[in-house]
């Protein structure tokens, strides 16, 4: 698979709570270098990556993470504030107790609220595989088939596992047809991500693969 496939598919992602302005920085220069689908950052640092950017990359930034446990009017009032900062794309974390307490109508309901705060920008819903049973991952694609949103992301990369093969294949049987799919967290080589596009995939968030092609320069 060409490399540059490969990299218009990744979410080039900096998501460390130590995250500084130089960083965000560099990993924006490497997103338009490398023309990469978007750069993954936090919030705070939205506006300022986006006046950096103009028009050459998208941003992307992450709401309710990485637990997913604020309040449904918290994650849209995020999901306002970084649109109207100039974010393209958002990835929002699920309220997983309320998927194992099987209040799948609160569920459907939250993401379908924040994708209307998306203002016409793309949704991504993690949520957050390592977590969950296999019957509660199969819920969750139909949840999220239904909701109106744009992709099904496997993790967050700060729990306690990232993507699995096994997960990208449940995905891409469960979801329906329009739904797209990210894989996310321990995305380590280009092996790995090739094996993710090929099982379904078309967005990965990974930082690791920019730094491998830079590597090899």
């Known amino acids: 698979m060409d490399i540059n496939e490969i990299l218009s598919k990744c979410d080039h992602t ?12 560099a990993i924006c220069d490497d997103g338009m270098k490398y023309k990469t689908a978007s750069v993954c950052i936090p919030a705070s640092f939205v506006k300022q990556a986006k006046e950096y950017v103009g028009d050459k990359l998208a941003i992307c930034t992450v709401i309710g993470f990485p637990n997913g446990y604020s309040t449904t009017a918290v994650k849209c009032f995020e999901t306002e504030d970084a649109v109207k900062n100039g974010a393209d794309e958002i990835d929002m974390v699920i309220n997983i107790g309320w998927l194992k307490d099987k209040k799948y109508d609160l569920l459907l309901n939250e993401i379908q609220q924040i994708k209307k ?22 819920k969750m694609c139909e949840i999220v088939s239904n909701s109106g949103a744009d992709y099904i992301k496997t993790s967050t990369g700060f729990s306690t596992a990232g993507a699995t093969e096994q997960d990208i294949k449940l995905f891409a049987e469960y979801v329906a047809p329009h739904l797209k799919i990210k894989a996310a967290g321990g995305i380590s080589s280009i092996k790995d991500a090739e094996n993710f596009i090929k099982l379904g995939a078309s ?15």
């Open 14 to 25: 900096l998501l460390s709570q130590s995250a500084t302005w130089e960083e965000i920085k």
């Open 117 to 138: 705060s998306c203002n016409g920008k793309l949704l991504k819903v993690i949520i957050e595989t390592c977590l969950l049973t296999d019957e509660e991952k199969i």
């Open 203 to 217: 967005r990965l968030g990974t930082s690791r693969i920019v730094k491998i092609v830079k590597n090899n320069e």
